[in-house]
């Protein structure tokens, strides 16, 4: 009975001591967030440009569904478990643009949504007003960031907006400028991932600007 009881006692504390063996969540989800949008930023790029011929839309979606929206998602539980919650809503959220896309281009070549062919560029108008809306809203909620992050954001509704006219107005032209304009923001995207990679390494953070709107 004496060797029951003492285990019984003991069993709690070394539950407890396992539970804080248990390390913190800690690190930056922009060492993998970032590199997962600046890859799909990329492919999307080379397609809008011309690389691939108009009937290879779907070459960037290998790269988007299994790297760029997979790392995405990744990178918002990370952040999520560090509580961060704003920058777990920004991957979050462009996760699902990405994917979004992914099954726009993959439901309409394929025709799983029942989708008459004289409606499929309206459908195209459909996305892409209804992230202009999201990407707009989140560019407005970075003014009290540092500069960078509103530059980024700004650049991604450009191109939103030169994809729309250009699909809407099937000119081959306006796509290309937007693709441009997706290298650009993918730039951008680069010079974050090295302000993360500078300290994730014991280096110091890059200069980002000071933000546009200060309390």
Do not use: C
Not at 124 to 147: C, D, E, F, K
């Amino acid at each position: 009975m004496t060797t029951i009881d003492a285990d019984a006692h003991s069993a709690p504390e070394v539950q407890l001591s396992t539970e804080a063996a248990v390390p913190a969540v800690t690190g930056d989800p922009a060492m993998i967030g970032l590199p997962s949008f600046i890859v799909g930023s990329v492919a999307l790029g080379l397609v809008l440009v011309g690389y691939v011929s108009a009937a290879a839309v779907g070459a960037s979606l290998p790269i988007i569904v299994a790297a760029t929206g997979l790392g995405l998602v990744i990178a918002a539980i990370w952040s999520a478990a560090l509580g961060q919650s704003a920058v777990a809503g920004v991957f979050g959220i462009f996760a699902g643009f990405w994917l979004s896309y992914a099954t726009l281009v993959l439901g309409l070549t394929h025709k799983w949504f029942a989708i008459a062919a004289g409606d499929a560029l309206h459908t195209q108008g459909l996305y892409l007003i209804s992230w202009l809306v999201v990407i707009g809203m989140l560019t407005l909620a970075t003014l009290r960031l540092p500069m960078v992050y509103t530059l980024l954001f700004a650049l991604i509704e450009i191109a939103l907006v030169l994809v729309l006219i250009g699909t809407l107005q099937q000119s081959a032209g306006t796509l290309k400028v937007a693709g441009v304009v997706v290298f650009i923001f993918a730039a951008v995207g680069v010079y974050l991932f090295f302000n993360s990679a500078s300290q994730a390494t014991g280096g110091k953070a890059l200069p980002l600007g000071q933000p546009l709107v200060r309390d």
